[in-house]
Nanobody, 123 residues
Framework: VQLQASGGGLVQAGGSLKLSCKAS????????IGWFRQVLGKEREFVAA????????YYADSVKGRFTISKDNAKNECNLQMNSLKPEDTAVYFC?????????????????WGQGTQVTVSS
């Protein structure tokens, strides 16, 4: 599976951005797609994910209520709408598909990664 991320950029605090990720294919093993983010010098962290089949969504506590993840199965696409952005949301955002079990969804295990896209939120 290859992942192509787009979106990102520079926005003021309180603003919005939308990230998109297009997967080259969906397979029976890649049941979830989502986003992680990483600040230089820190570990990559889970942001949000959605199941391809049932559409159940998962969020990090830090983004719950502000970010919305969605999917379009016909397009093999996942979107992350980010509202009420804060300076602490500044990071490189990575799209990923998860081919492991649900309990490892929020970890770095069993992931195929796309390229990162920079999100910068100014105060």
């Amino acid at each position: 599976v290859q992942l192509q991320a787009s979106g990102g950029g520079l926005v003021q605090a309180g603003g919005s951005l939308k990230l998109s990720c297009k997967a080259s294919e969906r397979t029976s093993s890649t049941r979830y797609i989502g986003w992680f983010r990483q600040v230089l010098g820190k570990e990559r962290e889970f942001v949000a994910a959605v199941g391809w089949a049932g559409g159940h969504t998962y969020y990090a506590d830090s983004v719950k209520g502000r970010f919305t993840i969605s999917k379009d199965n016909a397009k093999n696409e996942c979107n992350l709408q980010m509202n009420s952005l804060k300076p602490e949301d500044t990071a490189v955002y990575f799209c990923a598909v998860h081919s492991g079990i649900l309990s490892s969804l929020r970890s770095l295990l069993s992931k195929t990664w796309g390229q990162g896209t920079q999100v910068t939120v100014s105060s």
